[in-house]
């Protein structure tokens, strides 16, 4: 039983890859030939670009509209914010799943619990360098402090 309950769940985990997939596929966040770069400038759209985002059911491949600024030198890609990716390898969803998981303890169980109840697969660095911007939300690790190290989390 259990089994046939994990191909299931991989099953459907892939379904719902290549459901998203398509889905965001339907606006790669083109705005027009030239957006605000966020500095006062306008960049310039130059290409759609590929970027593979963890998100719950599994890694997706977003083809974002890419735009560069001259005046300071500067990428973006505009549709990323309104997804909740911009300077993210993971989606909200993941990251909210991941920050729950190591709230709970070292970061490789972290990663273990998330594997064992979604079918996510993070290492231990992910799991810690996603939960990173959420740190201060969370009450810290018994066990470390100063003068202790997490590499054993």
């Known amino acids: 039983m259990e089994a046939a309950g994990a191909v299931i769940r991989a099953g459907m985990l892939q379904a719902g890859c290549g459901m998203l997939a398509r889905l965001l596929a339907a606006d790669p966040g083109y705005r027009g030939p030239r957006v605000p770069c966020g500095q006062g400038h306008e960049a310039e759209f130059v290409s759609c670009r590929d970027k593979v985002t963890g998100t719950v059911p599994g890694p997706v491949t977003l083809t974002r509209a890419w735009y560069h600024c001259a005046a300071c030198g500067h ?31 070292p970061f490789a169980k972290a990663a273990r619990l998330l594997e064992n109840l ?7 660095k992910r799991a810690e360098r996603a939960a990173e911007p959420a740190a201060p939300q969370r009450p810290p690790r018994s066990g470390t402090g100063p003068g202790r190290s997490r590499a054993a989390s």
């Open 75 to 105: 990428g973006l890609a505009p549709g990323d914010a309104g997804l909740g990716v911009a300077g993210q390898a993971m989606s909200p969803g993941l990251r909210a799943m991941n920050d729950q998981a190591a709230a709970a303890g």
């Open 118 to 124: 979604a079918g996510v697969r993070l290492t231990a």
